[in-house]
């Protein structure tokens, strides 16, 4: 996993990326009333295909169209998303019983014949992915991506075209069903994620430069990614990850994403197969699609995507609501990691974190959900969000009371917050947790929130719900030229 951003061990892969199109073969799922779940999610359980007399010849005729299609939809399968801004990664596998997160085959050179001793000692408790979908919940997540195969090849699910999976191996079990059928029963919305690097299969290098392999494994890869499109009902996001060793047209990009949108019209792609895509990937950082395109920011929870036990750099509470803050602000969302331990344990400081964030989005989530893009920078102490005519001040470092309060009238009276260049005017304040009004001045230089508490009145940030006249945004250019002066020197 990588996008222009070097990231150790990754940051030999070039940027990757993912256009649309629809196209042949799929069999239908049946619908499935989930209990604890909406309509909208009960429905989800089967692809909105037509079926019936005339169904072959009209789901020719919209795979017929293309890619141009796939930009038409765009939107309207991109609406719940843009409402969603948070969700789950999961990196799990193989990997996940050495512990030394998800490249050691690679990283650390480990004969391919011993790594796969690894798949007979693969056999996660029961009930693990209903854990996950729980706590998912619980951190006021609205979806999940699983890596339903990464880059050692070995598929989390039933598959017809090897034994190297989950369900013919120790486990015996299909770990993409329960996955999907977990995050259903919680109402949120399913994700997969495929890996088309290969290292196990052995056509996987070969086929660079190799015509004849290249012909196998890339119908290989399209195989399996029909297999994931077809069998679990529908599926939300398909999140592809390293095109090595192949170009988009020798992977013949263009036909897999015809493929998916026949089988999966209402599904979103991400741009790591090559082409454009549905949505840009930056990988540890939060930056927004200077094009316009929608975005998402995937990051760790720690260092790691896959397990690692001696990894305890963590996020805290606090940086995780930044990142989201600030992925909201731009219009984009956050997709933050966590690497179950081999028995599917998420790590006890994960799910700290998470129940914290959670719990915080409880109280302030009219600040993140359904957000709207906005033209803010930065701020001394704060972060903001919009949704029409109403700012959100997300106060990560509470300012307190300043010793030049004694001299200077602008810090009186109590704790004193500002926003310079403010451009519309502001008709109430109030803390967004509590409900409780907040007093304030304001004149052609800005906004003067006062009479605040010495401590933060919430934890790990305070949001102050900001109601104005118009759309709120700032302006400090021309703040600057409004700004009175003075003469050279002061009296």
């Known amino acids: 996993m990588d996008t222009n951003n070097t990231v150790g061990r990754r940051s030999f892969i070039k940027t990757l990326g993912v256009t649309g199109g629809i196209a042949a073969c799929a069999t239908a799922g049946s619908a499935l009333l989930i209990e604890g779940a909406d309509a909208e999610t009960a429905a989800a359980a089967?692809?909105?295909?037509?079926?019936?007399?005339?169904?072959?010849?009209?789901n020719a005729a919209a795979a017929s169209q293309g890619p141009n299609t796939e930009v038409a939809t765009r939107a309207t399968r991109?609406?719940?998303w843009q409402q969603a801004h948070f969700g789950m990664f999961i990196h799990w596998g193989l990997y996940s019983l050495i512990g030394r997160q998800e490249w050691t085959l690679e990283m650390e050179g480990i004969p391919l014949s011993q790594?796969?001793?690894?798949?007979?000692?693969?056999?996660?408790?029961?009930?693990?992915?209903?854990e996950w979908a729980r706590l998912a919940k619980k951190a006021g997540q609205k979806?999940?991506?699983?890596?339903?195969?990464?880059?050692?090849?070995?598929?989390l699910f039933d598959t017809q075209l090897t034994n190297y999976c989950a369900p013919k191996q120790a486990a015996g079990r299909d770990l993409v069903r329960e996955f999907v059928d977990?995050?259903?029963?919680?109402?949120?919305?399913?994700?997969?994620?495929?890996?088309?690097?290969?290292?196990?299969?052995?056509?996987?290098?070969?086929c660079a430069t190799d015509p004849a392999a290249r012909k196998r494994f890339v119908e290989y890869t399209h195989g399996l990614i029909r297999e994931l499109m077809t069998n679990y009902g529908r599926i939300d996001i398909l999140w592809y990850d390293v095109s090595l060793p192949l170009t988009p047209e020798q992977w013949e990009a263009e036909r897999m994403n015809r493929m998916v949108f026949e089988?999966?019209?209402?599904?979103?792609?991400?741009?790591?197969?090559?082409?454009?895509?549905?949505?840009?990937?930056?990988?540890?950082?939060?930056?927004?699609d200077k094009s316009g395109h929608a975005w998402e920011a995937c990051m760790t929870l720690n260092d790691s995507w896959g397990y690692s036990a001696a990894d305890d750099d963590w996020k805290s509470p606090r940086a995780v609501l930044r990142n989201l803050v600030n992925c909201a602000r731009d219009g984009g969302n956050y997709l933050l990691n966590v690497g179950p331990q081999p028995d599917g344990t998420i790590p006890d400081a994960s799910v700290r974190i998470l129940t914290e964030v959670g719990r915080w989005l409880e109280r302030n989530g009219r600040a993140i959900y359904a957000i709207e893009r906005g033209s803010f920078g930065w701020g001394n102490y704060a972060g903001y969000?919009?949704?029409?005519?109403?700012?959100?001040?997300?106060?990560?470092?509470?300012?307190?009371?300043?010793?030049?309060?004694?001299?200077?009238?602008?810090?009186?009276?109590?704790?004193?917050?500002?926003?310079?260049?403010?451009?519309?005017?502001?008709?109430?304040?109030?803390?967004?947790?509590?409900?409780?009004?907040?007093?304030?001045?304001?004149?052609?230089?800005?906004?003067?929130?006062?009479?605040?508490?010495?401590?933060?009145?919430?934890?790990?940030?305070?949001?102050?719900?900001?109601?104005?006249?118009?759309?709120?945004?700032?302006?400090?250019?021309?703040?600057?030229?409004?700004?009175?002066?003075?003469?050279?020197?002061?009296?």
């Open 46 to 58: 089967v692809p909105t295909r037509r079926t019936g007399p005339g169904a072959l010849q009209a």
């Open 78 to 80: 991109l609406r719940w």
């Open 115 to 130: 790594y796969e001793l690894l798949a007979k000692h693969f056999n996660p408790r029961p009930g693990v992915a209903r």
């Open 143 to 155: 979806y999940m991506v699983m890596t339903s195969k990464h880059h050692d090849g070995f598929c």
């Open 182 to 206: 977990a995050a259903r029963a919680e109402g949120l919305r399913v994700g997969l994620y495929y890996s088309l690097m290969d290292w196990h299969h052995p056509d996987g290098a070969r």
């Open 263 to 288: 089988l999966q019209p209402d599904i979103i792609v991400n741009n790591r197969n090559g082409l454009e895509g549905d949505f840009s990937t930056p990988e540890q950082k939060v930056e927004s």
């Open 385 to 491: 969000t919009r949704t029409g005519n109403t700012l959100y001040m997300h106060v990560y470092r509470w300012p307190g009371l300043t010793p030049a309060q004694e001299w200077l009238p602008f810090y009186q009276p109590g704790v004193v917050l500002a926003i310079g260049a403010l451009t519309a005017k502001v008709k109430s304040a109030r803390f967004l947790a509590t409900g409780m009004p907040v007093k304030f001045e304001q004149n052609e230089l800005g906004l003067r929130l006062t009479g605040l508490p010495e401590r933060a009145p919430d934890s790990p940030l305070t949001v102050i719900e900001i109601e104005c006249e118009s759309v709120p945004s700032f302006n400090h250019e021309a703040m600057r030229d409004r700004w009175p002066r003075r003469a050279v020197g002061i009296s």
